[in-house]
């Protein structure tokens, strides 16, 4: 028996090959037929190690700066993607479900985001003892520039939004941790090749995360 065989059960081997198959033959595949949209549920519905590890590919993690705010966390999400995501963990939700909603749900998307963490040299929020701080929300996400470029060329996001990150502990009022910043892309107007998301922070940092479109559902 080989060692691949012996570290994988026959289920997972198989289901690692037809991955990278898949991926390599239909990355970044718009509309979704219904045959992808079965992909990804059947990979969204394990909800386990192997649904973790395929997910991992669209996500770039950061070691924390020496000062200034912390961006920890790079991702990119594809329509194929977005559906592994959305049928993860739903019960009573099957493959007919799946393909009917989606294949109506065109303007499922290509998304972009950034998760910015507060470190002690970057704090612009007021501590949790400050007056009516339950009721005020800061946009210090705003003085962050991301944008997502290839072959040089910077591409207009459909929409940007971003949201604070809480932190909940034995606090009854949850403390503002970070923020995190998604853009929105037309899938059809990216092409399937290398990509990077850029990251300017207030302070001068310079943060980026490639990503080979090609070789990604």
Not at 73 to 81: K, L, N, R, Y
Not at 182 to 197: C, G, H, M, R, S
Request: proline share 10%; no cysteine.
């Amino acid at each position: 028996m080989s060692l691949l065989r012996k570290l994988f059960p026959l289920g997972a081997v198989t289901f690692l090959a037809l991955a990278g198959i898949a991926a390599q033959t239909l990355a970044l595949s718009y509309p979704l037929s219904s045959t992808a949209i079965r992909d990804a549920y059947f990979i969204g519905n394990r909800n386990d190690e192997q649904t973790a590890e395929f997910l991992s590919q669209y996500i770039r993690w950061f070691p924390a700066p020496k000062s200034g705010p912390y961006i920890r966390e790079i991702g990119i999400d594809t329509p194929f993607s977005e559906v592994v995501k959305r049928t993860q963990g739903r019960p009573n939700f099957y493959a007919p479900d799946a393909v009917q909603e989606f294949q109506k749900q065109r303007a499922v998307a290509l998304r972009v985001h950034v998760d910015i963490f507060l470190t002690p040299s970057y704090s612009p929020v007021p501590p949790a003892s400050a007056p009516e701080y339950d009721q005020w929300v800061p946009d210090f996400w705003n003085d962050f520039k991301v944008t997502l470029v290839q072959d040089g060329v910077e591409i207009p996001a459909e929409s940007i939004r971003g949201g604070p990150i809480y932190s909940y502990g034995y606090d009854p009022i949850p403390l503002i941790t970070g923020a995190r910043i998604e853009l929105t892309y037309n899938p059809e107007k990216i092409d399937p090749e290398l990509a990077q998301v850029v990251v300017l922070t207030p302070d001068g940092q310079t943060i980026e995360a490639s990503f080979n479109l090609a070789k990604l559902r």
